[in-house]
């Protein structure tokens, strides 16, 4: 029988559209299960074959789990707020929801052709007024709260002005940017201004000035993920670090249990891993150097508070606002100079060049309070304002980059006398130092020696004992139009957020998507951006007077902002009184399955942790964690095309002549190839783009091959697949069965249309098991044994598959399952229908239509799932290969219950045996049960 496979996926798509077949409910006596792809922006390219994979695997599993009887929520939603978007309305005018919704539309007509059971009625996007109304009042509500470190929770700002009413900051336990001292009566008589400048110190969304990536070109602060060798990875635009206000989440607060929250999850390691190093969490010491002739202090955090009689030196870093009060007269020019040069390098850049050592000397002193040595102060690059107190009091004969600075300065080394741990951790030489042996550490081991110093630092009142963490506040401003709107406005220059019945703050409509004259962001453009307190209403930007109309923020909050907590809203996507109702957040809890690309490790997963814990603490929801079991699934990657230009010419040489010249290697559209060969096809090259119009080529047997080179997929490398090809020619359930059988769902692997014939071979012969010829034909006999045992060998199979994601060698059982039903001309019902729901998760289409073919009028999606029965496999007969002297001769098939006298008994009777011993007694008999029977002549 013809499989057609485009008419029968079209109609199935059309059925459970129309019949809303995979729409949940929250009200069940189910058990629930939660399965959810990472938050997809769509894009203007659409689709190519690689975005699936993941979509592909959890939906199996979404599929397999409503098979076990589970209330399955998978839905599907776009991250639809975006820098691209936005750079398209720069360069052609056109509105970014305009664009927006056109990708929207592609992405879904594309997810929809592969047949995935998303719950289509709970869609999402981010860039809904109706959904960022709920991302701008969870913003309020950080910008609401503190962290009290005495209950270990974030908690409302209301609790902290009590505390401030009755006691000042007196027994205050929070975290906050700097340390206040005041009391009640201070507190009760400070200004409004004043009180809310002390509140801004404590909020868990707060505006203080701080370093970003700044990009001119694009008119916004950048994310590090989104600089790369100093240029903007969208455009390849400059990027300079560069001071401003902005907006802040006190994710910091939150380090410790951040890192203790990962000992309950199921992530991979590797995952893991990242976020403790990106957290890095770190014990040692802050200690007070006093800069000699000068009021100031310097404030240093240390692990190794016991090396501090080896410090010779002090590094600040360029952007501590400490170099500009203590940099001499002298010093100034050489320092002004090194600060703009290290403005051109990013975070990232300046952590990951570790050899290269550069500074300036800031012509200050320090006075090292153990030994009373002076310690010239510098600035270089390798010391971060972000991390600890953005100064280092440098040990030369102990750390690596201070040696190097050391000895490119002409500066003092002295060792302290080392422990085992150094000289096992060193990984440079420092014979060249000076060794100290104290007597306040002599003896001590690296622990003891370590306590005592801290003890002594805290006697003397120079500083204390501190556990410190690498991580750093995220920041929240984005100098963009595309993105939600923060809901505050300002009074005074301070920031008061908007009452939440105002909500949704809407983005207004611009002129321009550029940052305007006066540098302000793009909804510096709008005409009618202003809040009116009074009547609690936005108004004409005109009307601003300070007095009942104040200006608005005119940032934007960044990408990470909205999918930080898509996977609550899905709970309850329609509810526009509240988030997402307690009840349906107690039902569905945490995703219990999450698949994603690794690379959001540190971003995207912090922060939706961040905000879940945050949530938790304000009694909003019940759960620790967002998202308990974590997969990370690897890339397709896609087979490149090169072709090679002679340098200064339009000459193309192909492929084994290169060698002769001295060429240009460039990428090539794979789609400019001749069929699934390397040849390239020159009059399309030469059509393709108008540079090529008059190329010229030296051939090899009248032949131009290319240069063939497995790389990334994207366009960008044009070496992308088009699913809808693939679904046009093979079908969506060729696409999913093909993307699992390429190799394990963590790994990477090469995309080959060519072995897709090899799956829709498979797919035809699994179709007409069903059929006699052109005749749909199922018996209703009781099926074999060996039926049977063919049958719960592939569902034993499957089942621990599923379970253990390993959806490649599932496809592989299916295969040769169906080639054994297909010897044995199996058609029983029983056997078939089984069959089809085990493969209906892998491909939907075609078990539904066969489903319905065997009679059925309902789906076959919520069937319950064949159960293994252990006793379809156990052997009633046993082949036994007997051998002579080592050598097998013939088979015999015994009863599998027999006695090991009873298979020698049996043996010995056959009349094959008895003819191989022509009447000779055996020297022995080797039976080993069930495996073998081996007669030594």
């Given at each position: ?64 789990k409503r098979h076990q009887g589970f209330n399955v929520l998978h839905p599907v939603g776009y991250d639809s707020f975006g820098l691209p978007a936005e750079q398209y309305a720069i360069q052609t005018g056109t509105h970014p929801a305009i664009t927006t919704e056109q990708n929207i539309t592609r992405y879904e007509e594309q997810l929809r052709k592969i047949g995935f059971s998303f719950d289509w009625s709970r869609e999402i996007r981010t860039s809904d007024a109706s ?31 009590q505390h401030f009413e009755t006691r000042g900051t007196l027994n205050l336990s929070a975290v906050q940017n700097d340390a206040l001292n005041f009391t009640a009566e201070e507190w009760k008589s400070a200004s409004e201004l004043d009180k809310q400048d002390i509140l801004l110190n404590y909020r868990l969304a707060y505006r203080a000035e701080t370093t970003v990536n700044w990009c001119p070109g694009l008119g916004t602060v950048l994310a590090n993920d989104e600089v ?618 075609i078990s539904e239509e066969l489903w319905e073919k065997l009679g059925n009028t309902n789906s076959v999606e919520f069937e319950k799932f064949p159960v293994f029965e252990e006793k379809y496999l156990i052997e009633d007969e046993i082949e036994y290969p007997v051998s002579f002297n080592g050598k097998m001769r013939f088979k015999l098939a015994l009863p599998a219950d027999l006695s090991v006298g009873e298979i020698e008994e049996n043996v010995m009777k056959d009349l ?26």
């Amino acid at each position: 029988m013809f499989y057609d496979h485009q008419s029968i996926e079209k109609k199935w798509q059309k059925f459970w559209e129309e019949n809303q077949t995979y729409k949940t409910e929250n009200t069940t006596d189910k058990p629930k299960f939660y399965v959810l792809d990472m938050f997809p922006y769509p894009s203007g390219a659409g689709l190519h074959v690689g975005h699936p994979l993941g979509y592909i695997a959890s939906d199996i599993y979404a599929r397999y789990k409503r098979h076990q009887g589970f209330n399955v929520l998978h839905p599907v939603g776009y991250d639809s707020f975006g820098l691209p978007a936005e750079q398209y309305a720069i360069q052609t005018g056109t509105h970014p929801a305009i664009t927006t919704e056109q990708n929207i539309t592609r992405y879904e007509e594309q997810l929809r052709k592969i047949g995935f059971s998303f719950d289509w009625s709970r869609e999402i996007r981010t860039s809904d007024a109706s959904y960022y109304k709920w991302t701008q009042w969870i913003f309020i509500q950080l910008f609401n709260s503190w962290y009290n470190k005495s209950t270990d929770k974030a908690e409302s700002i209301e609790t902290l002005i009590q505390h401030f009413e009755t006691r000042g900051t007196l027994n205050l336990s929070a975290v906050q940017n700097d340390a206040l001292n005041f009391t009640a009566e201070e507190w009760k008589s400070a200004s409004e201004l004043d009180k809310q400048d002390i509140l801004l110190n404590y909020r868990l969304a707060y505006r203080a000035e701080t370093t970003v990536n700044w990009c001119p070109g694009l008119g916004t602060v950048l994310a590090n993920d989104e600089v790369k060798d100093g240029k903007s990875e969208r455009g390849g635009f400059p990027v300079f670090q560069k001071k401003m206000m902005q907006w802040s989440m006190r994710i910091t607060a939150y380090s410790e249990r951040l890192l203790q929250g990962l000992n309950t999850l199921d992530w991979p390691q590797p995952l893991k891993d990242s976020q403790e190093y990106w957290i890095g969490k770190s014990q040692g010491a802050q200690v007070t150097f006093e800069v000699l002739n000068s009021e100031e202090n310097i404030s240093v955090f240390t692990t190794r508070p016991d090396t501090i009689f080896g410090a010779t030196f002090m590094v600040l870093a360029p952007e501590n606002p400490l170099v500009e009060k203590i940099t001499t007269e002298e010093q100034k020019f050489k320092v002004d100079r090194y600060i703009e040069e290290t403005s051109k390098k990013t975070e990232r850049d300046r952590m990951a060049d570790v050899k290269n050592v550069s500074g300036a000397f800031t012509g200050a002193y320090a006075l090292n309070p153990f030994n009373d040595e002076k310690m010239p102060i510098y600035i270089s690059d390798y010391v971060l304002m972000g991390y600890g107190t953005g100064a280092v009091m440098a040990v030369p004969a102990h750390d690596e980059r201070d040696h190097r600075f050391a000895k490119k300065f002409g500066l003092n080394i002295v060792k302290v006398v080392e422990t085992e741990e150094d000289v096992q951790e060193k990984s440079f030489d420092s014979k060249d130092s000076v060794c100290v042996n104290s007597d306040f550490l002599d003896g001590l081991n690296y622990t003891d020696a370590k306590a005592k110093i801290i003890d002594e630092i805290e006697n003397r009142g120079i500083g204390h004992g501190t556990t410190n963490y690498k991580q750093r506040d995220a920041i929240f401003s984005r100098q963009r139009y595309w993105g939600e709107p923060v809901p505050v406005y300002y009074k005074e220059g301070m920031p008061y957020a908007l009452p939440v019945s105002s909500l949704p703050l809407e983005l207004p409509e611009v002129e321009k998507y550029l940052p305007t004259e006066d540098g302000d962001p793009p909804l510096g453009n709008a005409k009618n951006f202003a809040w009116d307190e009074l009547n609690e209403k936005i108004v004409a930007t005109e009307l601003i007077d300070n007095v009942t109309v104040f200006p608005l923020e005119l940032s934007t909050m960044p990408g990470w902002a909205g999918s930080s907590w898509y996977f609550l809203r899905y709970m309850d996507p329609k509810n526009d009184g509240e988030f997402c109702a307690k009840e349906l957040s107690d039902y569905w809890g945490q995703v219990d399955l999450y698949i994603g690309g690794s690379e959001h490790a540190t971003g995207h997963l912090l922060y939706s942790r961040f905000w879940n814990m945050f949530l938790k603490d304000r009694g909003y929801i019940n759960q620790d964690e967002p998202f308990q079991k974590l997969i990370n699934q690897g890339m397709i990657l896609g087979m490149s095309a090169f072709v090679f230009r002679i340098d200064g010419t339009n000459q193309f040489v192909s492929k084994n002549l290169a060698q002769n010249y001295e060429t240009q290697k460039i990428h090539v559209d794979v789609s400019l190839l001749k069929g699934t060969s390397d040849e390239l096809d020159v009059e399309k090259f030469k059509n393709w783009r108008s540079e090529f119009g008059d190329a010229e080529f030296i051939l090899e047997d009248g032949k131009y091959i290319t240069e063939r080179e497995v790389e990334k997929m994207s366009k960008s490398k044009y070496n992308v697949v088009n699913p809808d090809d693939i679904c046009q020619e093979y079908g969506a359930d060729c696409l999913r069965l093909y993307e699992m059988f390429l190799g394990p769902l963590e790994q990477s692997k090469p995309w080959n249309t060519q072995g897709l014939s090899g799956v829709y071979g498979f797919l035809k012969k699994f179709y007409n098991l069903y059929y006699n010829g052109g005749s749909f034909d199922v018996s209703e006999e009781e099926p074999t044994k060996e039926e049977y045992k063919i049958l719960h060998t592939l569902i034993k199979k499957v089942v621990s598959d599923i379970d253990n994601f390993s959806f490649n060698t599932s496809v592989s059982s299916f295969m040769i399952a169906v080639n054994e039903f297909q010897k044995l001309k199996t058609n029983k019902r029983k056997i078939l229908e089984a069959l089809a729901i085990v493969v209906s998760p892998y491909a939907p289409h075609i078990s539904e239509e066969l489903w319905e073919k065997l009679g059925n009028t309902n789906s076959v999606e919520f069937e319950k799932f064949p159960v293994f029965e252990e006793k379809y496999l156990i052997e009633d007969e046993i082949e036994y290969p007997v051998s002579f002297n080592g050598k097998m001769r013939f088979k015999l098939a015994l009863p599998a219950d027999l006695s090991v006298g009873e298979i020698e008994e049996n043996v010995m009777k056959d009349l094959r045996v008895l003819d191989q011993l022509a009447g000779n007694t055996p020297k022995k008999v080797i039976i080993v049960p069930k495996k073998i029977v081996n007669i030594v002549c």
